[in-house]
């Protein structure tokens, strides 16, 4: 089994769920609270991601990428490395791929807090930034915790994406799902049942984490 | 000492054991990455620092040569279609046309003709013979040449064109097939890019490519 | 500082239409029918809810002017604010919300037990009564050090001996807090031994006779009850 | 019906220990010291905690019983309870809250007339005041047509006038609901006006000298503040 | 354009929205408020259509509906038809790839339910499940718009399990995300591009729909 591929699956999905994490919240917070002209239109953009096929988010994150695209171009030049091909790059698509995912739930937690706790919050003092850190957020957490295991799971079986940004490099972007795909296609239906079944284990130990996180913070 | 090597999924199994073979005698790594060829050629041209390009068809390589990433193509692979079934008694038929008229069978599985070359070559096959809009109602579009052959090893069709290659798997054998002379043979070029970072070891794996234990492995896989 | 406001609201049955002033200091009691607009009238002094017209100052500190487009966010008014229904953070336990914004958490202790609620301050605001959780909610609010405080019926779920005991504290808090009090409740007992002064309020608007009116009319009277008579007892409480 | 419990429940701080019977046409008031257990026994009878000990009988049902592991769920008690906080279904108007589980949603009109809700009808919850949210879930626990009343502190948020008016009906019902009514103020003249039994909670534990100690002792006794008086007034309320 | 691509794609987004909206409930609740053994077990099994790589999916949903498979023989046996390369059969497949985005918000709004509003309702003679009706779902719709949103869109972009299970039957199976697949594929990018740009206006289209449901039933 490639053991590698795995661990380049749990880092990918561990670290983009930790920066989408913190990336969502206030955006889900400004979808939930603000009013502003073009709400609907940031939401619809918030979402696109998911509705578009992963063929088309790589299409397209490969022309931004790329040495000749806007983001790749920026980050040669800052960096003097490549964006396309490594695991920054498989991270910064898988990042995007999932932003719906976490969006969504925490807005819906966001929007659902009672609001006498944020006026006791601002009658206490509280700026909005602190009532969202002090109150909204951990009075939110199963709706949190909702979005970090959608996103989780979602990046551990993102492929199409991160195949076409990542191309398969052992130990930099090919992640499991990709060494799936390539058991499959040669007709190794085995290999490929094997690391599917490793699937359940590392997903129920996340869910369990986060159930776990959850519970220990009900009121 | 290693190059990166983009290969058309359908030749996995054969370039797995290929560059095996050629790591031991140059001593030069292989790092390949598989997937459709389609994906490979928007990625070389959005600068993908690939090596060299093992493609399923000739128009990309050639596409390449004119925009300049590479200086010449060459042929490494022709493949055969083929017609698969997983069930034996598919196969008593005399000609693999006289199998597919008959009314037991309710779905055919071809891989997109519009995006897979085999797909293409199957099609071409069936217009020859004069069953393309008898048998429109029965297509199924696969993916590609490996999904085809997932749907006839499920008994999701009847039976599906799939690449000879096929037949040296496990599944493959337990089945049986017809070949399809009708079918062009699938030419599959690749090229080596011309900045390639290490132009020489992908230079050696191309000439590795028609070596005779390539050939060897490729006349295994169900390739010339 | 003397709180000093005028304020108009249009409600859907009656306006609200008071002006009153507070020193620090000094306690107003509002009093009156349910419905009648306290809640509404302390939520404007909060700045929580926006008057159509009118003006509050607070000192020198213009908090809120109609005309000349002021309003001072919650935030900036440095309250102390006891809810109707005790708003107290779920997520927190009794401790951890009366020191959520407190000035000195060390304080905290000391309040808890002047409130007689130490005991309790693990608990999460659901595993307490609701005397209790009204308690802490008057702990949270005085920690903060406010420079007015708005009480909207603190003791509502408290018994006699506690209210009472409360009730003195607060009494003998109101000299050294040194900061005007805006106490709302429905016990004329409490208004009359808490008050410097007392507002009716009554449709949104000060009814002086209401007191009165109350104290003296009959059980029975203006109800559809007739016969009925309570005993009449003399209660120091 | 009769309804006669006798419960046992191991708590933090005391254990609950009472046992109490009440029959049809009749109330028992709970009074006490806040944090004293009236909200747990309330909630015992409602099925909503479970006693460590003891039994709950109504008429010849037994709701519960410890011994026999008997335990009848809320639902099938039949019930009208008006909690302490009074919790409203938010996402309801004050008239689909009460017709929510009403016998003949067309007694619900009468009702909010009685109670002087009705132009409030198609208000939600948190768009009236804290009284009017009271009133309206006594009218949602009397449309059910309950076979048990239990009310904690319902009037609470109510000021006298409305409190006395309420009070008075309520007597009034005791007859014709035809139901046991089990009551929980901090009022006294409530407690005494209404009550066909007292049973005073303290420390979950029936006190019966709790009454006549809170009625007599002076104010300040007990408490910090010493010289602190309250007027002494003679209220009829 | 290939208009015909994009109505399957819009009838098979809704379809499976509506049946997942009611199927997913009642999981939700189980997974909120029951306890029982094997509770996370469930749970994971739940999530895990989402944490594999749509091939896999795929590859195990033709293997069952299959007409030698359980449930494609069960099918056959019933109706006579066949599950595979239909409409139904990738409305099942979309189904079960997409039950967790439906349970998942769905559960966390649930589990945020005021534990009074459920105690008075029971007090009020409502069942369990008649509680579940009146009081939880009601109070619970920013959670199942947040569902809805994602399974909508999620199913729009749905595409390696669909292309395996529906073979891209013109006016039937072939949805808008094949159509973009081979138009990228064959270097048409400017065709690929125009379908992704119509996924825009439906996206926003349907955000604004159920913004406005969500909102019209505020307390
Ligand atoms: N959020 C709101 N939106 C609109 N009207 C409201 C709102 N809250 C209360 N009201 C109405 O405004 C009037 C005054 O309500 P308010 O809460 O100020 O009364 P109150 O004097 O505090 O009553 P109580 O003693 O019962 O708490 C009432 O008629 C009430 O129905
Ligand atoms: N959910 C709970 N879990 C554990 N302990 C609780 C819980 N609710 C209340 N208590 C504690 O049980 C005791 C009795 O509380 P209860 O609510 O019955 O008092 P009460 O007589 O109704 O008080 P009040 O008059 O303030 O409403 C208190 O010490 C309280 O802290
Ligand atoms: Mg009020
Ligand atoms: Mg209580």
Aim: one cysteine or more.
């Amino acid at each position: 089994m490639d053991y590698l591929a795995l661990y380049v699956t749990l880092k990918l999905a561990l670290v983009t769920t930790v920066v989408l994490m913190v990336m969502a919240a206030p955006i889900a917070y400004l979808l939930a609270y603000a009013r502003f002209p073009g709400k609907s239109l940031l939401e619809a953009l918030v979402y696109l991601p998911m509705a578009l096929p992963p063929t088309v988010i790589g299409f397209y994150l490969i022309i931004v990428m790329s040495p000749k695209g806007l983001i790749g171009r920026g980050w040669e030049w800052l960096t003097g490395g490549s964006l396309l091909f490594t695991f920054l790059g498989i991270t910064i698509a898988s990042i995007i791929y999932s932003i719906p995912f976490a969006v969504s739930p925490m807005k819906a937690a966001f929007s659902k807090i009672d609001r006498r706790l944020l006026e006791n919050a601002y009658v206490l003092g509280l700026s909005k930034r602190a009532t969202f850190l002090r109150v909204i957020i951990p009075n939110s957490l199963s709706g949190i915790a909702a979005a970090a295991v959608l996103v989780f799971l979602h990046s551990m079986g993102a492929f199409g994406v991160l195949l076409m940004v990542g191309g398969s490099i052992p130990g930099e972007t090919k992640v499991a799902s990709i060494a799936i795909y390539e058991a499959v296609e040669t007709m190794n239906y085995q290999a490929a049942g094997m690391i599917a079944l490793s699937f359940i284990p590392i997903s129920y130990a996340f869910l369990l984490l986060i159930n776990k996180l959850n519970e220990d913070s009900r009121p | 000492e290693k190059i990166s090597v983009a290969v058309a999924a359908n030749f996995i199994s054969a370039f797995k054991e290929i560059a095996a073979d050629f790591e031991a005698q140059s001593g030069v790594k292989v790092e390949a990455t598989f997937s459709s060829t389609g994906n490979f050629y928007n990625q070389i041209k959005n600068g993908a620092p690939y090596d060299m390009f093992l493609s399923a068809d000739e128009q990309r390589p050639d596409l390449l040569q004119k925009e300049g990433w590479t200086e010449g193509t060459f042929i490494y692979a022709r493949g055969q279609a083929i017609l698969w079934s997983a069930n034996p008694d598919f196969c008593k038929a005399a000609t693999w046309q006289d199998a597919l008229k008959n009314n037991q069978i309710k779905k055919i599985a071809i891989a997109n003709p519009v995006t897979a070359p085999y797909g293409a070559a199957a099609k071409a096959a069936l217009q020859k013979a004069g069953l393309w809009d008898a048998l429109q109602s029965k297509v199924v579009n696969a993916q590609d040449i490996a999904q085809s052959f997932q749907y006839a090893t499920t008994f999701a069709v009847d039976a599906g064109f799939c690449a000879l290659s096929a037949t040296t798997s496990p599944q493959g054998k337990s089945g049986c097939f017809y070949s399809v002379p009708e079918a062009p043979a699938i030419v599959q070029a690749a090229c080596v890019a011309k900045n390639a970072k290490n132009k020489k070891g992908a230079e050696l794996l191309a000439a590795f490519l028609s070596s005779k234990y390539a050939v060897k492995i490729k006349a295994k896989y169900g390739y010339r | 500082m003397t709180i000093a406001a005028s304020l108009k609201k249009r409600l859907k049955y009656f306006d609200v239409d008071v002006s009153f002033s507070c020193a620090s200091k000094s306690m107003m009691v509002m009093i009156g029918p349910s419905g009648g607009g306290k809640t509404t009238i302390i939520r404007m002094l909060a700045g929580l809810e926006v008057p159509d017209e009118g003006r509050v100052i607070f000192g020198d500190e213009v908090w809120f002017d109609s005309t000349r487009r002021i309003h001072v966010t919650p935030q900036k008014r440095r309250l102390g604010y006891v809810f109707q229904d005790y708003n107290l953070f779920p997520h927190l336990n009794l401790l951890d919300n009366a020191a959520f914004a407190a000035v000195d958490k060390k304080e905290v202790d000391g309040l808890f037990d002047l409130f007689k609620i130490s005991h309790l301050r693990k608990r999460k605001p659901h595993m307490v009564s609701g005397g209790e959780r009204q308690r802490c909610a008057m702990c949270q609010a005085l920690a903060r050090h406010p420079r007015l405080l708005l009480l909207d019926e603190p003791f509502s779920a408290l018994d006699v001996i506690t209210r009472r005991g409360l009730r003195e504290e607060l009494k003998s808090l109101k000299g050294s807090l040194s900061c005007p009090i805006i106490y709302v409740t429905h016990d004329i007992n409490e208004a009359l031994f808490l008050a410097d002064e007392i507002l009716p309020v009554v449709e949104g608007k000060n009814d002086d006779g209401w007191m009165q009116r109350t104290i003296t009319r009959e059980p029975g009277e203006g109800t559809t009850a007739k016969g009925a008579r309570e005993p009449r007892l003399s209660l120091v409480y």
